[in-house]
């Protein structure tokens, strides 16, 4: 099960450690340099200071801090923000994939956005595949948008807009019987029905994963 919390102070020394362990993360995720604690601190302090956005862990099977995501540049009025996301724990297992549904349900049914959008840069083609996996479509290229080894590297900016967000959503939920028959059931309130304590093995851990 993946859950997302407010990134907050017992998530800063992983991330910190995360940041200066990995040049390659830092070369994925557009940080220039592995920040000390004490700018680590202080780079977090004025990013939760800014209400234009919202910062998460990701957090894996209730303990394991496996990441951070999160939306910038929230834009009520125009109605788009950023997202952004690092998976660094148990990469590849799906995690990334459901932080970012996650955050795509918040940023289109909770604050109603039309937009959500995102830079990546072309040394990063994993990346960009698993965006694009995800619903996100190309826009276009920023030629010299950052710098990486003292040398200028182009990013794509990706996006997706709120009527394919519903698609998706809505064709995972009718190609997802398990989770259709959990929700209507969870929805009914009915207690006698419910679906985890029914399932077995391998569904059960399907049902648990999807709440
Ligand atoms: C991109 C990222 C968030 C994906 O998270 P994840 O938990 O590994 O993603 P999932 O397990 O849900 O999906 C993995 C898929 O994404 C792709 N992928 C993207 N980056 C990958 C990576 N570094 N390692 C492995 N697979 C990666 C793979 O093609 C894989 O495809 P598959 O399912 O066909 O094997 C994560 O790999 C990551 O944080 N990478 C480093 C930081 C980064 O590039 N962030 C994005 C900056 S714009």
Known sequence: MVKLVRLGEEHLESTRRWLTA????????????APSSAENEAYWRSKWADKARED??????????????GLSDIDPKRQKAQLWI???ERQGRGLGSRAVQLL???????LKLERVYLR???TNPRAHAFYRRLGFVDEGCLRHDSVTNDKFVDAFLLSILSDKFRLISRR????DPVRMICEIIHRNGSRKAQPAERLQGPEAER????I
């Open 104 to 110: 795509l349900a918040r940023a289109f049914d909770d």
């Open 207 to 210: 049902f648990t994963k999807i």
């Open 172 to 175: 995972r939920w009718v190609s």
């Open 86 to 88: 690092y998976v660094v």
């Open 120 to 122: 990546v840069l072309i």
């Open 56 to 69: 998460y862990a990701i957090i894996d099977g209730d303990v394991v801090h496996v990441g951070n995501c």
């Open 22 to 33: 990995s040049p390659r993360l830092r070369e994925q995720i557009d940080c220039l340099a």
